[in-house]
């Protein structure tokens, strides 16, 4: 029975390679049938296709740079149109110059109209009266009473301001409108101290007023502070509540006057 069995193993082991073989032989042969009907595919297309035309390359242009649109200095306009650069030079030259002539006049225009207000305002400040005096002249008392003045001194030493003038209002050096607008603090000088206690009373070029108004307490030291012209000597300005006055000192008689100067 052995004997059988390994017959029939060593039989099985022997016919083994020769069946690999003629699978492998087989394979070959369907692999070589596939490649040439695959083969007989592709030569049956190509034969149905039409010939088409070769495609030929384009030809090949050249790009032309596009043309700049930089602005040209002024060194090219003055080689390739000299005149029309001039021309549009002077049109500018003659701007520059009609906005400058334009800004002087108004200018002007600003002056004089400032001067005829400061005109007018100095007329209605002379052409005023007192009110306490605005019907009569004031009476002249040897005593301080409200609305007197005291009598005018019997003898005279020297005229203090003989060409004295309110005229000095137009001198550009003199403008305190616009100087205390710039510093209004300056004028800010706060309480007045009344010496009698009278009130304020409006007073005009030629009256006269108390010794006690123009004491040295009142005096104003340096009138350029405020730009006002300098007294001429035997004369002071003096604060009389928020007017500014010229006095005489000697006789007491009011020479300018300045309404609301301070504040």
């Known amino acids: 029975m052995r004997k059988v069995f390994l017959s029939l193993l060593l039989a099985t082991v022997a016919a083994s390679p020769a069946l690999a073989q003629d699978k492998k032989s087989d394979e070959r042969a369907s692999r070589a049938e596939r490649q040439q009907a695959r083969s007989e595919r592709q030569s049956a297309r190509e034969d149905s296709r039409p010939a088409r035309p070769e495609r030929q390359a384009p030809a090949r242009v050249e790009r032309q740079s596009a043309p700049s649109f930089a602005p040209q200095s002024n060194r090219f306009v003055r080689q390739q149109a000299p005149e029309r650069f001039e021309q549009r030079q002077e049109v500018r030259d003659n701007r520059v110059q009609q906005q400058q002539l334009r800004q002087s006049q108004i200018r002007e225009r600003i002056d004089q109209r400032q001067d005829l207000r400061e005109q007018r305002q100095d007329l209605r400040q002379q052409n005023r009266l007192p009110p306490v005096m605005n019907t009569r002249p004031p009476i002249v008392s040897h005593t301080p009473q409200v609305g007197t003045q005291p009598p005018a001194p019997t003898t005279r030493r020297y005229n203090p301001a003989p060409n004295w003038s309110t005229h000095w209002r137009n001198d550009r050096r003199y403008d305190w409108h616009n100087y205390r607008n710039r510093h209004r603090s300056l004028f800010h000088l706060g309480f007045y101290y009344d010496p009698f206690g009278w009130g304020y009373q409006r007073y005009n070029i030629g009256w006269r007023l108390w010794p006690s108004y123009y004491g040295s307490n009142f005096w104003i030291n340096d009138p350029w502070d405020y730009r006002?012209?300098?007294?001429?000597?035997?004369?002071?300005?003096?604060?009389?509540?928020?007017?500014?006055?010229l006095v005489d000192t000697w006789s007491g008689q009011v020479v300018d006057v300045i309404y609301d100067f301070f504040w």
Do not use: F
């Not at 006002?228 to 006055?245: E, K, M, S």
């Open 228 to 245: 006002l012209p300098y007294a001429p000597p035997g004369t002071r300005w003096v604060r009389y509540y928020d007017d500014a006055i």
